[in-house]
């Protein structure tokens, strides 16, 4: 097995051209252009695809391009979609789209199966292996909470939209997370085809090929050369398309996030909803914060689930004492997961920064080295700070007993959730 540090890094490409999105009322526009524009196909996979307003119209155009002979492929997570599943799949029945079902929660006994905590939590749209998208942002209204119903304000997310290099390893993705899916739903039928193919070893090969995640081109050139793992120096935009799976780049995305603040030199801005980090990730924070950065966390203010809440209210004193900033966002739910590093250092995904994210789900993130897009980034940080209350060591006096309770029961239900995975090792 690789040690952690032997884990894939990200692969940056030049020549890209990204757009910042704040929401779906502006992601799904675009997004819905884009699908009305195909030409040969479609990959969709996302974590809730609802049945909204913003469903229906994406339904719509997903059926509209399949009219036109688009290859459209859709993939959604079984429980976080479970809710809308048998609407989305009466509407795409017989309309030419393939809809895989990512280990679906059917029967009571489908959590006894292995694996089933480990969910499909990216969000993740390709077109004609030229435009994409990417971010923390689901199929479902900006002010419609699956939980606590419709809300008066939009939550805050975002996303990216991007053209060039980039998206060729998130057509690869979302290819490889909807094969998976695909083949869980009807394997016995592809074994039969794999049998009666006149070339069994050739289509074998291919779908083996269409399992992978994408891998860093240029590390595994270097590790068959056996050359040190250097990134070359690339032209604007510069970006990586990241993964979290549970296969060869199990930590990608939490390396790429410690190793960006380890380098930090002026100031490190992450926004998250879900914040529980592991040893390592507390680690980097601290330290930057000892060293002269500033560290600025924007967390939930409005909580959507208590013991999230708990989670990161558990680690309020200690980071504190470090000298970490901590905000709370309070207009509406935060859905956003994001983090700008110095003025040329920024990320958008769908990762949170808690242990279901780093050790369990499929995530995805694109990593941007600009300064343009970090500025971008960082304007929408400091707006969303300017309707966030300060949480400082005057709330969090007369809690010791509570907070120590509070933090003890988190750190046993994120053991026992963790095990129950099947995760292994020190988080």
Not at 298 to 316: C, F, H, I, S
Request: glycine fraction near 8%; aromatic fraction near 8%.
């Amino acid at each position: 097995m690789l040690s952690w540090h032997a884990q894939p890094s990200p692969e940056f490409s030049g020549g890209n051209q990204l757009q910042l999105l704040r929401g779906g009322d502006e992601l799904f526009p675009l997004q819905t252009a884009a699908i009305a524009g195909a030409l040969r196909e479609v990959w969709l996979a996302t974590y809730i695809f609802h049945d909204d307003e913003a469903g229906q119209a994406l339904v719509a155009a997903l059926r509209a391009a399949a009219a036109r002979r688009v290859r459209v492929r859709v993939v959604v997570d079984g429980f976080g979609s479970k809710a809308s599943l048998a609407w989305l799949q009466a509407q795409l029945e017989g309309s030419g789209v393939a809809l895989a079902v990512f280990r679906p929660i059917d029967r009571w006994y489908s959590w006894l199966q292995p694996g089933q905590l480990r969910r499909l939590h990216q969000k993740l749209c390709v077109v004609d292996g030229e435009q994409g998208f990417v971010g923390g942002i689901n199929i479902i209204g900006d002010r419609m909470d699956l939980n606590h119903g419709a809300t008066e304000q939009p939550r805050l997310d975002f996303a990216v939209a991007l053209h060039g290099p980039a998206v060729l390893p998130m057509e690869q993705a979302a290819r490889a997370v909807w094969t998976r899916a695909w083949l869980g739903r009807d394997f016995g039928e592809e074994l039969r085809a794999l049998v009666r193919s006149p070339e069994p070893l050739s289509r074998l090969r291919r779908l083996v090929q269409g399992l992978r995640m994408p891998r860093p081109t240029w590390l595994r050139r270097r590790q068959r050369e056996g050359e040190p793992a250097l990134q070359p120096e690339l032209e604007p935009v510069c970006a990586a398309f990241v993964l979290r799976d549970n296969l060869r780049q199990r930590r990608t995305i939490e390396r790429a996030y410690i190793d960006a603040i380890r380098a930090a030199r002026e100031r490190v801005d992450l926004i998250t909803p879900y914040f529980y980090p592991g040893h390592a990730f507390r680690r980097a924070l601290r330290d930057a914060a000892r060293r002269g950065v500033r560290v600025r966390l924007l967390l939930q203010g409005k909580v959507d689930y208590l013991l999230a809440g708990m989670a990161a209210q558990a680690l309020y004193t200690e980071l504190l004492g470090h000298g970490v900033e901590i905000f709370e966002y309070t207009p509406a739910f935060l859905h956003a997961k994001v983090c700008v590093v110095d003025e040329s250092w920024a990320t958008v995904g769908s990762s949170n920064i808690d242990p279901l994210s780093l050790l369990l789900n499929l995530e995805a993130n694109v990593i941007v080295r600009d300064a343009d897009f970090s500025r971008a980034l960082a304007a929408e940080f400091e707006q969303a700070l300017q309707v966030s209350r300060q949480v400082d060591q005057r709330h969090l006096q007369g809690q010791g007993l509570r907070a120590m309770f509070s933090r003890a029961l988190v750190a046993w239900a994120a053991y026992v959730y963790l095990r129950v995975a099947g995760a292994a090792g020190r988080y």
